[in-house]
């Protein structure tokens, strides 16, 4: 059977008879979204209709919309803490599915300064491994011929711990990374890497990057794309060429793996790719020596033809620094994901990032819609949301994402809010407007206000005994270094102007903050070298009040204006700069380990 009769997809030709089919799903699926809604939701709460969780709203079995909708409230990671905490303490019984609960997986969101834990079932895998197989399909529509070479992509496994009832915690993508679906995946011509398996799997993160780089240094000619998870994963690891591109130019002219790599799986897989190549070593020393390294990627890697990258939400504000060292190359947003559920897909890749939209899946999960207006209100058990299903949403309204998942979270608000964009037959489109309540992110760590307002308090106790209190403080996330790290400006008062903070207690107020942050923030810093030391920048006296007059110029009313706890508006952002009198940055590393706090 020719491909072209296979399908008939709007979205365009296949590549090949595999592609075909993965098109027609997705129009199957998006073509019936409301149809495949009711199914999944029936299914969700058929399974898990004996649930502890379930049966204490008296659904009697019920597997209709109007009943769940009625019954069922509308939660957040609080309300379900408990019957989480009890599963990780080893409690088997089904309290949230039907299905044994297989690992946790843990968020980038934070609770009481601790990631987040997501329960999930074996059968998860399955569905994200299925979306998974619907992206290169769709960007073969677009980009052809990338069956003729390889994918440079950077990916790292993160540290795990164990619950006290024994359950795995880790990222989803550590969890995906370890599975049989990643490791023993089948040969595809479309989706190879330049990365063996066991620099990928490598926990100690300066071996893995360093096995990886050196691969696709070899490889250089047949690389066609360049990835990472998040931008700022990617341009980590320009910065890891500019640091060790020495070494490496070493390892390639002689053949040998530096002594640093000692994880023997990685210098067995590594061997099979050396080999002296004094031409190689020189080309890269070449380039690599140079001051200037704009379009450093397109040097090195000559036939790259896209980075596939998330560079929505807050990751745009790497888009400047990933153009200038990419020579302006397209960049990809694929897939939108989180530890709680896979969502959907880009059917339009290469679109530009302002312009990225996805188009939910409708078989991942339930899915419902909280207009935005109404998740900004307190909602409450007496004045339950009116919430809105997949495909009876608006085109240009916002709303919060709450979702009902095969593995027993239900109608569970995951915190980004969204705009409708379109439609792709019957499922809705959506930009990624942001995560609510975030203030700082560099890499997936999220900090917001009350986060950041604790970090200040703890550390401003340190000025007590010299008498000095912090008047004002507000911050921004600098992506211009790699990696980012975060900035928080503050206007002092001394009540003994001859008794000023030194330089080594400003230090030390850095790392009383950062041992203030969440988990997410500290592991950045600590074990994945992804958030550089904090910075307090000590601005003149006056300064806040400044910035007050610069915004009541701009029309903000005198009587509403509250100084904003983060800036990124350039005017503001200047007129700050230029009242600093003093920049301290973090001594130390703050306090990380894997175990979470009992």
Not at 50 to 67: A, I, N, P, V
Not at 339 to 345: A, D, I, P, Q
Not at 384 to 395: G, N
Not at 445 to 464: G, I
Request: glycine share 6%; hydrophobic share 35%; proline share 6%.
């Amino acid at each position: 059977m020719a491909v072209d009769s296979i399908v008939s997809s709007p979205l365009g030709p296949a590549a090949c008879e595999k592609d075909a089919k993965a098109l027609q799903f997705i129009e199957e699926m998006t073509r019936n979204a409301d149809s495949v809604q009711e199914r999944v939701l029936a299914e969700i709460l058929s399974r898990n209709r004996e649930t502890e969780y379930l049966k204490r709203f008296k659904l009697g079995g019920s597997t209709d919309r109007e009943t769940f909708k009625s019954k069922i409230p509308v939660i957040k990671y609080e309300d379900l803490q408990p019957e989480i905490q009890r599963i990780a303490n080893g409690d088997r019984s089904a309290i949230l599915s039907a299905h044994p609960i297989s690992e946790f997986l843990t968020s980038s969101g934070t609770s009481a300064g601790e990631r987040k834990l997501m329960p999930t079932i074996q059968e998860e895998l399955d569905r994200r491994q299925m979306l998974y197989s619907l992206l290169m399909p769709v960007m073969n529509l677009y980009v052809p011929g990338l069956d003729k070479g390889k994918g440079l992509y950077f990916l790292f496994v993160k540290s795990e711990t164990k619950t006290p009832g024994g359950l795995l915690a880790r990222p989803v993508l550590t969890s995906y990374y370890k599975s049989e679906h990643f490791k023993t995946r089948p040969y595809d011509p479309y989706n190879v890497y330049t990365s063996p398996n066991e620099a990928i799997l490598c926990p100690d993160s300066f071996q893995s990057m360093y096995a990886q780089m050196l691969c696709g240094l070899y490889e250089r000619k047949q690389v066609l794309r360049l990835g990472a998870v998040f931008a700022s994963g990617l341009l980590r690891a320009i910065r890891f060429l500019q640091l060790n591109w020495h070494q490496l130019t070493h390892d390639i002219r002689t053949g040998t793996l530096s002594p640093k790599i000692t994880d023997p799986s990685v210098r067995n897989c590594v061997g099979h790719v050396l080999k002296p190549d004094p031409e190689l070593a020189d080309f890269i020393a070449g380039e690599c020596s140079r001051e200037n390294w704009d379009g450093i990627i397109t040097k090195i890697w000559p036939n790259t033809k896209y980075l596939d990258v998330i560079v929505t939400g807050a990751m745009a504000q790497y888009i400047p620094t990933l153009d200038y060292y990419s020579g302006g190359l397209p960049l990809a947003c694929t897939m939108y994901a989180s530890s709680e559920c896979y969502f959907g897909l880009n059917l339009n890749p290469m679109s530009k990032p302002s312009e990225v939209s996805y188009t939910i899946m409708p078989n991942m999960a339930y899915f419902e819609f909280l207009p935005h207006e109404q998740a900004s209100a307190q909602l409450s058990r007496d004045s339950p949301p009116r919430l809105v299903d997949l495909a009876d949403v608006e085109v240009g309204k916002e709303y919060e994402l709450v979702i009902t998942t095969y593995a027993g979270l239900h109608r569970y608000r995951v915190g980004d809010i969204l705009r409708v964009t379109g439609f792709h037959n019957s499922a809705p489109q959506f930009h990624f407007v942001r995560r609510k309540n975030v203030l700082l992110s560099i890499d997936s760590d999220k900090t917001d206000e009350a986060e950041l307002q604790k970090a200040v308090d703890n550390a401003s106790k340190l000025l007590r005994e010299i008498n000095t209190s912090v008047v004002e403080y507000t911050s921004f996330a600098d992506t211009k270094t790699i990696p980012g790290h975060y900035v928080i400006y503050w206007e002092l008062l001394g009540k003994d102007s001859a008794n000023a903070p030194s330089t080594d207690l400003l230090g030390q107020c850095c790392l009383a903050m950062e041992n203030s942050l969440n988990s997410v923030y500290r592991q950045g810093r600590v074990a994945d070298n992804s958030i550089g030391p904090l910075e307090i920048r000590v601005v003149k006296s006056g300064t806040f009040e400044e910035l007050m007059d610069y915004a009541i110029s701009r029309g903000a009313s005198i009587n509403q204006y509250k100084v904003p706890r983060c800036v990124n508006f350039t005017p503001i952002m200047e007129l700050l700069d230029s009242r600093v009198v003093s920049a301290h940055f973090s001594p130390a590393l703050p306090h990380w380990t894997p175990e979470r706090r009992r």
